[in-house]
């Protein structure tokens, strides 16, 4: 069957699609296939964010994975989740009872994460207003597409009411904000963390450092304000703080998870949420902290991790334990379901959670060989070829892993179209989006379009010249270089790069000064300085000796939801000109109203919920979602009915 279903995929197939021969192709195949079950694949960025169907890839990739047996095991890939801990904190309130339309449209069941970057259209749409709208770390205007449409939404109070921008440093967007919180950095706030690195489950504690040496010091700090550079609010005190204000007596029901449980009636410390974690949900923590005379919280403020386990191993090969299956029942793909109460587990590591049977009895593992093993968080418990779900929810023919063309596949461009890859990154950047790293940027400051020698000769145009890049609804100016680094009939701009700050703004280091305006033909930005050296606290800021820093592209690509994934498609189709006399380094311009239309078309090769539901619920419940409303909110709500006509 798997021969018949990828009979059309060839060598040859693969050379005419991609322009790499057949010859190298095979031999790639034949090192991964030699790889046997040490062959690891990896997916972030890459194709699966620049195109169409993108997740297809990551899909198809891990295929290979399933067909080498190079999954959980050494050399291979392991579901994230299983080497990742997540410890039960000291309260657990509910979930939110309602659906969010706006992180959650209909449009988009399958989508695995919110789409918080269509929020601007949605709200142009008129499908709700935001009261209070917080931005944590978070700088939409310039990391989303389309950004002068962020703009629009956070002045206008009719979408958003209040914004406040919770950031460790100045961003385009808090610019745009009724309330700036300095909010620390990862050296001034406290958090956990737990990272998939290696074969094992391990717990990090990051804490504020300033405290940290002060407390060894002897102090007693009760609020990190006191330590922290410029008041930075530590977050979670932040967080303790603005709960504990809303319900001052208790009647929203908030106020009680951030109470103190050692003394009832005060605000809950860090200290204790954090020791709370330590002394109950970190398997053995306890005796290792009691072996060294120190109590956990102690242990991890010292050594600032601690490993629970290693060698997790293949967790789906687990014989599922007696006392796990009372009245236990086998059913279709050997699923078997019981009425045993799911175990405690300080472990919260979020995961899918497939549905109950007919009879109530919740999935407990999958029948092999005649033995019940633990196997996958899926529908059947198994790693599924065949995605029922997919299927069930109107995508029957992206059913099994395939290829889908792109957006930007050579038979969807028009004449003169060229494609952009705009999701690469300079080997000196690092992923910041502060752009606060002072002498990253002076390594590297500018992003010009790679573009090939023929390509350059067929417009004119030499390394440094000005060229225009015209998107959908668009175009930007930046400088060209030609290498023959890039692919002919592709060029490539660099992101994390084209920060700006208002022409008043004063000095810049790493961004630059730019005059906004705004018109019935939508939006420009055009460049009124760069950087540049000037006198403060600092003397490294009369070093200054570079004046670019880049080019903001992002503005002028239209959102491009994938109608299944809801990801942003980044690719772009894109015209290369030489640059107009007129046009200078920097300029940007944009019509929204074209933005908005082609957010529509996109739109429109969704196939929602309401057409498409088997059971008349907004997304799969069994699906992955963080903060899972209860299953009465997956219902979905009557229909609108239409406008009445209009009085002849």
């Known amino acids: ?162 914004h406040a921008a919770l950031t460790p440093t100045w961003s385009e967007t808090a610019y745009f904000a009724d309330y700036v919180l300095p909010m620390g950095l990862g050296s001034e706030r406290h958090d956990i963390h737990s990272y998939e690195t290696h074969d094992s489950q391990w717990v990090g504690f990051r804490q504020p450092v300033l405290r940290a040496a002060r407390e060894r010091l002897g102090e007693t700090i009760d609020d ?49 949420y954090y020791a709370y974690i330590f002394e109950h949900s970190l398997p053995g923590l306890p005796q290792r902290a009691a072996a060294e005379g120190l109590t956990p919280l102690q242990f991890m403020r010292r050594y600032g991790a601690y490993e629970i386990a290693r060698n997790i191993g293949r967790l789906h090969e687990d014989v599922v334990p007696e006392a796990e299956l009372e009245d236990a029942r086998v059913r279709g793909h050997g699923r078997v379901y019981t009425r045993s109460a799911k175990p405690a587990n300080p472990n919260v590591v979020p995961l899918p959670t497939p549905a109950a049977d007919a009879d109530g009895r919740r999935p407990v593992g999958v029948e092999i060989d005649g033995v019940i093993r633990r196997g996958f968080p899926t529908p059947s418990g198994k790693l599924e070829f065949y995605s029922s779900t997919l299927a069930a929810w ?61 390509d350059a000769a067929a417009i004119g145009v030499a390394t440094g010249d000005l060229v225009r890049v015209t998107t959908e ?46 018109d019935r033909a939508g939006w420009s930005l055009k460049r009124t300085s760069g950087a540049g050296p000037y006198a403060s606290s600092d003397p490294d800021t009369q070093r200054i000796w570079w004046s670019e820093v880049g080019v903001h592209q992002n503005l002028t690509f239209p959102v491009h939801p994938d109608p299944v994934s809801g990801m942003h498609c980044w690719h772009q189709a894109v015209r290369v000109t030489k640059a107009a006399g007129s046009d200078a380094y920097g300029d940007i311009a944009v ?58």
Request: aromatic fraction near 12%.
């Open 1 to 162: 069957m798997l021969r018949e279903q990828y009979r059309a995929f060839s060598f040859e197939y693969a050379e005419r699609e991609s322009g790499i021969s057949a010859a190298e192709l095979r031999e790639v195949a034949e090192i991964v296939a030699g790889a046997g079950s040490r062959f690891s694949s990896h997916t972030w960025r890459s194709a699966t964010a620049g195109n169409l169907g993108g997740w297809q890839v990551a899909r198809a990739l891990f295929m290979l994975n399933c067909l080498l047996g190079a999954v959980a095991c050494e050399g291979g890939v392991f579901p994230n989740a299983w080497n990742k801990f997540v410890p039960k904190p000291i309260y657990s309130p509910p979930h939110p009872p309602k659906w969010n339309d706006l992180t959650w449209p209909e449009e988009f069941p399958l989508t695995m994460h919110e789409l918080s970057y269509l929020l601007p259209h949605l709200l142009a749409e008129g499908r709700g207003k935001v009261d209070v709208y917080f931005t944590r770390v978070y700088n939409p205007v310039w990391t989303n597409p389309n950004g002068f449409a962020w703009i629009e939404a956070l002045t206008d109070a009719k979408k958003i009411g209040l």
């Open 591 to 648: 019509d929204t109203e074209k933005a908005h239309a082609v957010y529509e078309a996109w739109m429109s090769r969704t196939r929602g919920a309401r057409a498409n539901s088997p059971d008349g619920t907004r997304r799969p419940y069994w699906m992955l979602r963080p903060l899972k409303p209860p299953a009465d909110a997956y219902v979905l709500p009557p229909a609108p009915l239409p406008e009445p006509a209009a009085a002849q």
């Open 224 to 272: 990190t304000r006191r330590v922290n550079p410029g008041e930075v609010w530590e977050e979670n005190e932040f967080w303790i703080e603005l709960s504990w204000r809303i319900d001052p007596d208790g009647a929203l029901g908030i106020r009680k998870y951030f109470e103190s449980q050692t003394t009832p009636g005060a605000k809950l410390g860090v200290d204790e």
């Open 473 to 518: 609804t668009g175009y930007f100016v930046v400088k060209a270089w030609v290498t023959e680094g890039i692919r002919p009939g592709v060029v490539a701009c660099s992101h994390h790069m084209g920060r700006w700050k208002l022409h008043d703004e004063g000095p810049k280091q790493t961004a630059a000064g730019v005059k906004l305006a705004t």
């Open 394 to 454: 109107g995508w029957a023919e992206e059913a099994l892993p395939g290829y889908m063309k792109s957006h930007i596949h050579p038979e969807n461009l028009e004449p003169g179209q060229i494609v952009l890859v705009p999701t690469f990154r300079l080997p000196t950047q690092i992923h910041t989006r502060s752009a606060n790293a002072k002498w990253l940027n002076e390594l590297a400051h500018t992003n010009p379009l790679w573009i090939a020698p023929g």
